[in-house]
């Protein structure tokens, strides 16, 4: 099936690795042009030379190196790709942290920190590249919350800024719905990724990793980056004309939530 992507533009924050670079792959291997930013130039670097098609004449894969949470950069990140690409068509809104601790034991820079990324950030990268989708017609913001946004479960200001940003979603997709700027929330449950923290979790401790699968995975295990990356793919797609303002858990029936 030709999903209507080739030769659009997408921008997807956080992606030198992990969730982010496999949603930039994915997104790439269906044609799309594609601007990643993340904080580290080294895996940065290796993402865009992933991502780039040979062939072309001019980039198709072109990454920056800042942080999302400071408005001049995300001002210059949007402007250099719509410049260099032409236009934006599809955000994905990735890049996130989780910083536990009890109430106590957090200060409030720790929740500020924590919901300039995963919520401010969203914001203002929604509000840059809005104008930009609107005059090609439409697009699509797919932001990247968790299933510990729709129930309880994870640390307290991760689990109160993904449920901030769940909300943020909804109303944004009433809001852009008449410029045909749809908007929706991917809430992944627990993903194994190389280097990643469950797999960290894990082989500090293989016992707590059986435990944990047999309670709390029904599939028997935990997801993979691709499985979260096909549903951007999807979402990204015009044919996903009437799926705005709505939250997919890709989860493996993890999350408990019921609605």
Known sequence: MD????????????ASRGLGRAMAKALAE????????????????????????SGNASPTAIGFVGDVTKADFAEKWIDETAKQFGGIDVLVNN????RPGALAELPESAWQEQFDLNLFA????????APHMEKRGGGSIINIGSIYGRESGGPL????????????TKMLAREFAPKNIRVNTIAPGSILIAGGTWEQIFKAN????????????PAGRLGRADEVAYAVVM??????SWI????????????????
Not at 158 to 165: G, I, P, Q, R
Not at 211 to 216: A, L, P, R, T, Y
């Open 30 to 53: 269906e044609g799309m042009y594609v601007s990643i930013c993340a904080r580290t130039k080294e895996t940065l670097d290796e993402a865009v030379a992933e991502l780039t098609r």
């Open 157 to 168: 200001t991760y689990n109160a800024s993904k449920a901030a940003l769940h909300s943020f």
């Open 206 to 217: 293989p016992a707590f990793e059986k435990d944990f699968i047999s309670h709390e995975m």
């Open 3 to 14: 999903l209507g992507l080739t030769g659009k533009v997408a921008l997807v924050t956080g």
């Open 244 to 259: 705005t303002g709505t939250c997919i858990p890709v989860d493996g029936a993890q999350g408990r939530s019921i609605t």
């Open 95 to 98: 890049a996130g942290s989780a």
């Open 122 to 129: 969203p914001v203002r990268l929604a509000r840059l590249c």
């Open 235 to 240: 979402l990204a797609s015009p044919r996903a």
